[in-house]
């Protein structure tokens, strides 16, 4: 598994009920633009805000809409083993990639032994050659990740199983201690500013929001890497950190909405769920402004 991951974001109508339509469209436009694969279910796509039978039904509206199964990883990580387990073992049914898994973050005093029973609980309740994860690592959300040791543990005892990481320390120190303790998975950077140094450290990509208003560009750099386009990879790549930048100056979930209600003329994309609020006219024709 390697290539650009768009953690897709997810719209909403405006009583908040999740509205298929737009998500289908905005998924096939990503995967039109380059994208190598999309993620429903990220911190991107407001995963927490959402409830089981959403998150599932959204699966389904992807797959009985003509997505590649094979190109979906949807998140599906909880704290509690039972919804997890549920979450997993639709997207495994429905044909998807991968899953991507947060660690049961609600205990932060959990020893990497506790997570990896979870882990294993799991891996072994669901029983499915099929199943691949991508463990999920972004402390400044979750408060906790899997750890070197851990990601090693799990990757020798589950090797056809556990097979990605996703990470979203923004610390390429990790970044290097994992890809040296498990080798054999694919280590995704969780953002487009570490995409060129984790490709030239051996590491198969990144998964990062701005994908989903920035996708051919990142794209670009990925392929100009890979030899697969040509081009100035140095000033693309300084593109692409420049508009990321930008967007993290604002509420990065609720200002991309904002800047694809404009791109799509759909009021609609503004609307989050509490507590997030949504960006202000101000703020996306700012954005707009700086991104042109």
């Keep these: 598994m390697k290539g650009i991951v768009c953690p897709v974001l997810?719209?909403?109508?405006?009583?908040?009920?999740?509205?298929?339509?737009?998500?289908?469209?905005?998924?096939?436009?990503?995967?039109?633009?380059?994208?190598?694969?999309?993620?429903?279910f990220g911190t991107t796509g407001e995963a927490l805000s959402m409830s089981v039978g959403e998150r599932m039904s959204a699966v389904d509206c992807l797959v009985d809409g003509g997505i590649e199964p094979l190109r979906i990883m949807p998140g599906a990580g909880l704290c509690n083993l039972p919804e997890t387990l549920q979450l997993v073992r639709h997207a495994v049914n429905r044909g998807c990639l991968a899953v991507m898994l947060l660690p049961p973050f609600y205990y932060k005093n959990a020893t990497d032994e506790g997570?990896?029973?979870?882990?294993a609980r799991l891996i072994d309740s669901l029983n499915s050659p099929h199943l691949r994860i991508c463990l999920y690592h972004i402390p400044p959300m979750a408060g906790m990740g899997f750890s070197p040791e851990l990601t090693k543990k799990l990757s020798v005892a589950f090797p056809e199983t556990v097979v990605a990481y996703k990470d979203?320390?923004?610390?390429?120190?990790?970044?290097?201690?994992?890809?040296?303790?498990?080798?054999?998975?694919?280590?995704?950077?969780?953002?487009?500013?570490?995409?060129?140094?984790?490709?030239?450290?051996?590491?198969?990509?990144?998964?990062?929001?701005?994908?989903?208003?920035?996708?051919?560009?990142?794209c670009d750099v990925y392929d100009m890497f890979s030899g697969d386009r040509q081009g100035d990879l140095e000033k693309r790549n300084a593109e692409i950190l420049g508009l990321r930048r930008k967007v993290d100056a604002y509420s990065p979930i609720a200002v991309m909405k904002g800047y694809l209600s404009?791109?799509?003329?759909?009021?609609?994309?503004?609307?989050?769920?509490?507590?997030?609020?949504?960006?202000?006219?101000?703020e996306i024709a700012s954005?707009?402004?700086?991104?042109?």
């Design 10 to 40: 997810t719209p909403f109508n405006n009583d908040l009920s999740f509205n298929g339509d737009l998500y289908l469209q905005h998924a096939r436009d990503m995967l039109d633009s380059g994208i190598h694969f999309i993620s429903p």
């Design 115 to 119: 997570q990896f029973t979870y882990f």
């Design 168 to 218: 979203s320390s923004g610390q390429i120190e990790h970044t290097l201690n994992i890809r040296s303790a498990a080798p054999s998975i694919s280590v995704f950077p969780g953002s487009e500013f570490y995409l060129k140094r984790g490709l030239e450290i051996g590491c198969a990509g990144c998964i990062s929001a701005t994908c989903n208003i920035n996708a051919r560009a990142i």
């Design 262 to 282: 404009h791109k799509w003329q759909e009021e609609r994309w503004r609307n989050v769920r509490p507590p997030l609020l949504p960006a202000t006219d101000r």
């Design 287 to 292: 954005l707009l402004r700086e991104i042109g």
